[in-house]
């Protein structure tokens, strides 16, 4: 029986740790038949030694990408042809950024410099990465991201919170703007994970905290399996008429009042 990617080719971002989200993305991505291709920056040599646990190892390059390069993305278009061919069907943004003085309650202190850095990596780059593939994506395909629920403001959060809300309305207009070229944008907001770009959140464990209260399903920091489920399944032909959507995986939360 063949997976639901089976034959597509897929670039992944962010897959730093077997803790990441993108892993289990990418893992289950290999598992269901696709062709991948993972980025990574500021080290590549980390995601290079991460993706000798995918399944098919061999199978898988990685390329250096800081999306907030004009030259890295001018290049890229030529690297996934060069490894991929002349299709891309797929596409995983899972990237964010803040500098500390953005975080950890320093909300009505942070420069306006830090501020906008948070917002290239962790919002703009949604498409700009998006744009750098379009040529590859003649034949329509999927983009998929991955948010940290916007509508709250969450303890220590700070500005990444509001670079999420800038991505989630990103994701919005990319939806309007691609769907005539059948390319779906969606997201996935996941619950907390113990990843490693969650742990350099100040107060990560006072946020996570709040899901032993109030998730009606039992959550699990340490699993980021679910959440990869959901950008398998959005990056597949099950979901061919949903765009500008936010699939919520985490434990129910986002419904459940004080």
């Given at each position: ?71 890295h993305l001018a290049r890229l278009e030529g690297q996934v ?178």
């Open positions: 029986m063949s997976g639901i990617l089976e034959g597509k080719r897929i670039l992944i971002t962010g897959v730093l740790m077997e803790s990441s989200i993108a892993f289990h993305a990418a893992k289950l991505a290999q598992e269901q038949g696709a062709e991948i291709i993972l980025t990574a920056w500021p080290r590549p040599t980390l995601t290079e030694r991460i993706a000798k646990k995918l399944p098919h190892p061999d199978k898988v390059k990685v390329l250096e990408l800081d999306v907030s390069n004009d030259e042809r060069e490894h991929l061919g002349d299709r891309l069907d797929g596409v995983v943004h899972s990237i964010g950024f803040a500098p500390q003085d953005a975080l950890g309650g320093n909300f009505l202190h942070t420069p306006f410099e830090s501020v906008s850095t948070a917002m290239h990596v962790s919002a703009f780059s949604l498409k700009s990465l998006t744009m750098a593939l379009l040529p590859l994506m003649s034949e329509g395909g999927a983009v998929v991201g991955l948010t940290f629920d916007a509508k709250f403001a969450w303890p220590k959060y700070d500005w990444m919170g509001a670079a999420k809300a800038a991505l989630e309305a990103t994701n919005r207009y990319m939806a309007r703007d691609l769907g005539e070229r059948d390319i779906r944008c969606n997201l996935v907001s996941a619950g907390p994970i113990g990843s490693m770009a969650a742990k350099s959140i100040p107060g990560f464990e006072e946020l996570a905290g709040v899901w032993d209260s109030r998730s009606p399903l039992k959550w699990d920091l340490s699993d980021p399996e679910p959440a990869g489920r959901a950008i398998v399944a959005l990056l597949s032909d099950w979901f061919p008429k949903t765009t500008g959507e936010i699939v919520h995986v985490d434990g129910g939360l986002h419904a459940i009042g004080a």
